[in-house]
């Protein structure tokens, strides 16, 4: 007799870590855990998202992965994923009202659907294309080191943790699904393995439409709010029917075609992935013993429009996603989040998302996921990052008080920014001169003195906010640049060459010195004063 295939129902296992809203006049942690278990799959998620305080995913990529498909699978379930009928955000209203999403909606909308969550299915795996036993090489599969993508796998650094090749460990099958995930929106361009569709053979992918990027998400007390403000409106022309989810096609893509339009806002944060992956269960179903990752489409898909990004204009007028970057604070990034035409050069767009999410709470916090890396197969550092309830101040909610406030937001940014930007200017002059350096360049004192600087910029920052004190910001951010000035170069001052170097380049904090007029004569030079403006 044989054995049923390995299944694992993602509606029903429970994969999904959350942490639960504390229980008002008794012990949290009295509660029992089968009533209130760590880990819960995607039914009773969106049945208890009331309940549920917020997804406790460790890793930042995932959590942004799984937020792009709850939303779609949220718009499902609310049947808000259309304009009509009637008005969009009065139906979101009434159900903010009601509370919770009800057994009958999510039944309604996942019980058509069930097979299509199944980890494994032999037909239509979840977020797989099960061609690729055929297409791709079984002698030559990707391995469990390379899906995790916290594993060093090749010839890569161990940035997150060491394996051992030669018998790697099987990741359970709910950490296999977080990096399924992970590769369908931040996966690596570059080198796969070969597939072989309609007799062409091509070992070549694009970068995941999330590459590189941080995304910026609002977050309310409860999982329900945090879906529900997270859901982007539809266009007037979108149709249930046309703006169709991976698992909700009646066929598999073709990948020698062009890929699938989006259509409506479902299509364009789930049918985005330039990867197609293929997970090798174990015989049980608990493990995932090895994956077949490669190219889904060789066309590039579009990202622009992603309603959680800050897009940003280069110099030659195309726009790009602001880039995660570990190194910088989430308060720089405060303003471009709450004003309609933030400061900056690159004319930086609030993320689309934020326009409808103060309707559901004024006191949504920002969560900030995203992934520093190069579009090939580098990867740095996690991002992560959530802000206090500050969304209530966003131009366009209370224009009499939260305009000004949001003003005043963006003026401490630019203040803490020109401060930073001058005093790493001032320390790698300081050093150049001090070290006969022929250039000016990155040094140990500028990794010093940022160490310094930006922790306690961002700690000003926030107590200006708090206080709503912003009078006197520009005078506070240079004393701090000044006395990581001072700490930094102090060693060098001991020596006539040191103190020259440091005493001459201090005045880069203040601006640098000041152009003369041009002068007219037999020389026509342009000379330059002693002093300085302060320009704060």
């Given amino acids: 007799m044989s054995s049923a295939p390995p299944a694992y129902d993602l509606l029903d296992e429970p994969w999904i870590p959350v942490r639960w809203i504390a229980v008002q006049g008794t012990n949290d942690t009295a509660v029992s855990a089968t009533v209130r278990p760590p880990r819960v799959g995607l039914r009773e998620l969106l049945l208890r998202a009331h309940e549920i305080a917020q997804i406790a995913i460790a890793d930042p990529p995932a959590l942004s992965a799984l937020y792009r498909v709850l939303y ?51 037909v239509r795996p979840f977020l797989q294309d099960p061609r690729l036993a055929e297409q791709c090489d079984p002698a030559n599969t990707a391995g469990v080191d390379k899906l995790i993508t916290t594993r060093p796998s090749g010839n890569n650094h161990s940035w997150f943790q060491h394996v051992n090749s030669a018998a790697p460990e099987l990741p359970t099958s709910d950490q296999a699904v977080m990096h399924l995930l992970v590769w369908h929106y931040y996966g690596p361009s570059g080198r796969c393995s070969s597939r072989t569709v309609g007799g062409v053979k091509a070992a070549s992918s694009k970068a995941g439409p999330l590459r590189s990027t941080l995304s910026y998400h609002p977050e309310g007390e409860t999982l329900f709010e945090t879906l529900l403000a997270g859901l982007p409106e539809p266009g007037k022309g979108v149709t249930r029917e046309g703006d169709l989810c991976p698992w909700e096609r009646a066929e598999l893509p073709d990948p020698a075609a062009a890929p699938p339009p ?23 179903g608990r493990y995932v013993r090895d994956a077949f990752i490669t190219w889904a ?84 550092q996690f991002v992560d990052a959530l802000t206090p309830p500050v969304l209530g101040l966003a131009e366009g909610k209370e224009p009499a008080v939260a305009v000004t406030v949001a003003v005043e937001i963006g003026r401490l940014r630019v203040l803490g920014e020109r401060y930073g930007n001058r005093l790493d200017r001032a320390v790698k ?45 520009a005078a506070a951010f240079r004393v701090l640049a000044e006395q990581a000035y001072d ?24 601006g640098g010195p000041v152009k003369r007029p041009a002068k007219t004569g037999a020389a026509g030079a342009t000379g330059r004063s002693d002093t300085s403006t302060e320009d704060a």
């Fill in 429 to 473: 002059k300081a050093w150049a001169a001090f070290t006969s350096a022929p250039k000016i360049r990155d040094c140990t004192w500028a990794v010093e003195a940022a160490a310094r600087y930006w922790p306690a910029a961002e700690a000003e920052f926030w107590k200006r906010l708090n206080e709503r004190d912003f009078d006197g910001a």
């Fill in 262 to 284: 989006l259509k409506g806002p479902c299509s364009a944060l789930t049918a985005r992935s330039q990867h197609a992956l293929l997970l090798v269960p174990d015989a049980t």
């Fill in 487 to 510: 700490t930094v170069t102090y060693g060098a001052l001991g020596t006539m060459r040191g103190a020259r170097a440091c005493t001459t380049a201090r005045i880069e904090l203040y």
């Fill in 72 to 122: 779609a699978i949220t718009a499902r379930v609310a049947e808000l994923d259309e304009a009509g009928p009637g008005d969009w955000s009065a139906r979101r209203d009434d159900l903010i009202t009601e509370g919770r999403f009800g057994d009958e909606r999510v039944d309604r909308y996942l019980t058509p659907v069930r097979g299509r969550f199944d980890l494994f299915d032999p």
């Fill in 297 to 380: 489409n060789q066309l590039k898909i579009p990202r622009e429009g992603d309603p959680y990004l800050i897009w940003q204009t280069s110099k030659e007028g195309n726009l790009y996603p602001r880039p995660a970057d570990s190194q910088r604070a989430l308060w720089r990034d405060l303003d471009a989040l709450l004003l309609e035409n933030p400061a900056g050069s690159t004319r930086p767009r609030r993320p689309e998302v934020f326009r409808t999410a103060l309707d559901v709470s004024e006191d949504l916090r920002v969560r900030a996921l995203g992934f520093e890396q190069d579009g090939q197969a580098k990867d740095i």
